[in-house]
C-alpha cells in the first residue's frame, strides 16, 4: 500500500478524514474542481459517487465561512454541485465524525464494521 502524505496545515478534521478513506482504501482526491463554468472546488471529492466533502472553518476568526459574502458564494457553490449531481457533505471542527456514520450510508460496502 503506497504511503499518504497528508499536509500539516490541514485541519485536523481534514486530515482524519482523509486517513479513514485511505485506511478504507475509498478513492479521493483533494481541491476537486467540479465545474467547467466556475473555480468551485471541493476540499476532498469522492468522484465514483459524486460526493464531496466540504470543511467549514467557522471557528477561525479570519474564515470566509463568517461573512455574509463568503457565505453567500458557498451556498452558490453547494447549489451548482448539487444541480451538477453531487452530494455535498459539510462538516465543522465539532461535527465532522459523523463522515464516518454518513459515508458508510453512502458506501456500506466499502465501510466494514459494526
Not at 17 to 35: A, C, P, Q
Not at 40 to 59: K, S, T
Request: glycine share 4%; proline share 4%; net charge positive.
Amino acid at each position: 500500500m503506497p504511503k499518504i502524505k497528508i499536509p500539516r496545515n490541514k485541519p485536523k478534521a481534514l486530515q482524519e478524514i482523509e486517513m479513514f478513506l485511505f485506511v478504507n482504501r475509498i478513492k479521493y482526491v483533494t481541491e476537486h474542481k467540479f465545474s467547467e463554468e466556475r473555480k468551485f472546488r471541493f476540499d476532498l471529492a469522492i468522484q465514483d459517487i459524486m460526493v464531496g466533502v466540504e470543511y467549514e472553518g467557522v471557528f477561525s476568526t479570519n474564515s470566509r465561512h463568517t461573512n455574509v459574502l463568503g457565505y453567500s458564494k458557498d451556498t452558490t457553490k453547494y447549489n451548482l454541485a448539487t444541480c451538477l449531481g453531487w452530494k455535498v457533505l459539510r462538516y465543522t471542527a465539532t461535527n465532522y465524525t459523523e463522515f464516518y456514520i454518513d459515508i458508510k450510508k453512502l458506501i456500506p460496502e466499502k465501510v466494514d464494521w459494526k
